[in-house]
């Protein structure tokens, strides 16, 4: 979060050149100095010192087990887990003087309000790529609302609104509202938070050009005043490709949670051998008459399935692990179960299962020795299924932004996982198994504890769907590809973007990572392409204040190779050996020849701006 001091009244209006500016509020009356903020906090330390001292004594003389102690070490335990955007001190010069007084006016309390619920409906309203950043507006909004009420004196008003508004949130989100809630009088409030209150200072938001455009359009729908309550709290900067976003710690995000053994060193491999181009293994899939869905690899390589718009699944079987070209097939197996089109496949790690799902709304479990379907599973519309590394459990992503985990021995699931904003379209297991990553259409990428059921990270670049999701197999770096052609690799120790990789012009399908952990293989639609993912994190440096890091590669020096004269679409990519890969493609479509067709012809066919106002109504 970046914060930017008001000096003095601006008569900047809304849709100005990517900023809203603050107006200056010097109606109220009381005078509030940094002394006495810093009394303030001098004072909240010393009564948590206080009950801390007290619940020590408590559990050395045998009370350890006694609720009070154990609820005062709690909210002890809460106020060490991060700092949001309104604790600490002041940031005003000392001597300087703060006009300021809490707000009882109930009309005004309620516009504050109206702010959250209006940008809450917008959410809802706009389209599913614009979702997220305007949702990071709701936790500020939130905050600012009911510590005004709490600076007013509205305790009852404020704990009322605090318990509605939380539910538009996810659980990522719950610690800080735990947090909150333990303000509850003026006197709790930081410096820091009674500088934000009295409008001298502002919270910084950032938004894609688009979405801040279309947010924008909509804030002019509301009351004057509910738009001076966001004019005195918040500056929206938008951004661009030209000026990409680098802020990677705004108000609204969730907070790091600690990973565990989510990295191991691999042993020292050779350095990666440029001049040696990987051998490529083209697998048609064919499909006669009926169009290929999807399709996956086993983990030996000795199978491949396939979704078929016939509702049919085809599993090719003693491949040729050698050569795993199409020619070297060897038999060919149906499975039929399924009353609608087959949108996802998985094989379990011993490959003698295979999970499919369906837009029947059914997922199906098949055994693959006596090639019969095992389990049907009825639930949501499922897009994508994938088994845990040991495969005793498997997660689905579905339609309405959750995603499902089962054990394979029930037919309910045991966990569900809910944050995203829109259809999820892809998930991975990490190589440990404690945690699961998941793409979605609200452009972000998001890794959860499964043991905990706990949001862990959330990563924002992408500016379109994520479709595809890979692990590096130091379990460090997580890389993703989406409709807008980007490969975005991820830290997930800091949570932080190491680099954006841009070559590709149609969608990334598949994303594969060498056994040396030192080559990145991507494939788009046609074409596929090669990166030095050695060098790449070799000059990343986690910590952005670090003025001495090193130099970052350009992209001509990172690709070292591509191939854009695959046959057919390609669907996915499995390395075979160090240089060698297995890329599935499926024959071309009618739709494929002509993206093929406009693209040879320089036809750029990009999606149309919604220009049309989103109306919504401000009460």
Request: glycine share 6%; with cysteine.
């Amino acid at each position: 979060m970046k914060n930017s001091k008001v000096k003095g009244p601006s008569s900047k209006k809304i849709g100005g050149k990517g900023k809203i500016n603050p107006e200056q509020n010097r109606d109220q009356v009381s005078v509030f100095s940094s002394e006495f903020f810093q009394v303030l906090h001098d004072i909240k330390n010393a009564v948590e010192l206080s009950v801390k001292a007290t619940v020590e004594k408590e559990s050395s003389n045998g009370f350890a087990g006694n609720s009070e102690a154990r609820t005062s070490m709690e909210r002890i335990e809460v106020y060490k887990r991060g700092k949001d955007f309104y604790e600490g001190n002041s940031i005003r010069p000392a001597g300087e003087l703060l006009h300021f007084a809490g707000i009882k006016n109930e009309e005004t309390l309620l516009e504050y309000e109206e702010v959250f619920r209006c940008t809450q409906k917008i959410v809802d309203a706009v389209p599913s790529y614009h979702k997220y950043e305007i949702f990071l507006m709701l936790y500020p909004m939130l905050s600012f609302a009911y510590l005004q009420m709490v600076m007013g004196e509205k305790l009852e008003r404020a704990t009322s609104f605090l318990k509605e508004a939380a539910t538009y949130l996810d659980e990522s989100y719950s610690r800080r509202i735990d947090k909150l809630k333990l303000i509850r009088k003026p006197d709790d409030l930081p410096g820091r938070a009674l500088e934000l209150l009295a409008g001298a200072d502002t919270v910084e938001v950032a938004m894609a050009c688009p979405t801040y455009l279309l947010y924008i359009n909509c804030v002019t729908d509301w009351t004057r005043g509910q738009q001076e309550k966001l004019l005195r709290h918040f500056v929206i900067r938008s951004y661009n490709d030209e000026d990409p976003l680098q802020e990677s710690s705004l108000p609204g995000l969730p907070q790091l949670e600690p990973l565990v053994n989510s990295s191991v060193d691999l042993p020292h491999c050779l350095p990666l051998d440029r001049d040696n181009r990987p051998m490529i293994f083209n697998f048609a899939t064919g499909g006669g008459d009926a169009k290929v869905l999807c399709c996956t690899p086993s983990g030996d390589l000795s199978m491949v399935a396939i979704g078929l718009s016939n509702n049919n699944i085809r599993v090719t079987v003693c491949l040729d692990k050698i050569s795993v070209d199409s020619n070297c097939r060897r038999g060919e197996k149906t499975l039929s179960g399924h009353k609608e089109p087959v949108l996802s496949l998985a094989f379990a790690p011993q490959n003698r299962f295979l999970l499919s799902s369906s837009r029947d709304f059914t997922m199906r479990l098949w055994c693959l020795i006596s090639w019969t379907c095992a389990t049907v599973y009825s639930n949501q519309l499922c897009t994508f299924v994938a088994f845990a590394p040991r495969g005793f459990i498997f997660a689905g992503t579905s339609d309405d932004g959750i995603v499902r985990l089962w054990d394979s021995s029930t037919k309910k699931p045991f966990l569900q996982l809910a944050g995203h904003l829109a259809d999820m379209e892809v998930c991975l297991f990490h190589s440990n198994g404690k945690y699961l990553a998941t793409g979605s259409a609200d452009c972000t990428v998001r890794m959860w504890d499964i043991q905990k059921g706990l949001q862990v990270r959330l990563f924002r670049g992408h500016k379109y769907n994520i479709t595809v999701l890979a692990f590096s197999n130091c379990g460090r770096y997580l890389i993703s590809g989406g409709h807008d052609c980007l490969i975005i690799v991820w830290d997930t120790d800091s949570g932080r973007m190491v680099r954006t990789l841009k070559h590709h012009t149609s969608v990334i399908n598949s994303i594969a990572v060498n056994t040396e952990n030192n080559m990145l293989a991507v494939g788009g639609d046609t074409d596929l392409s090669f990166w030095d993912l050695q060098l790449l994190v070799k000059n990343y440096n986690p910590n952005p204040d670090d003025k001495e890091s090193s130099a970052k590669p350009s992209i001509k020096e990172l690709l070292y190779g591509s191939y854009n004269k695959l046959k057919g679409s390609l669907r996915c990519l499995r390395f075979v050996c160090r240089h060698s890969i297995m890329a599935i493609c499926s024959d071309p479509t009618e739709e494929d020849e002509k993206a093929k067709k406009n693209a040879e012809d320089g036809v750029v066919v990009t999606e149309e701006i919604v220009k049309k106002k989103v109306w919504l109504n401000a009460k």
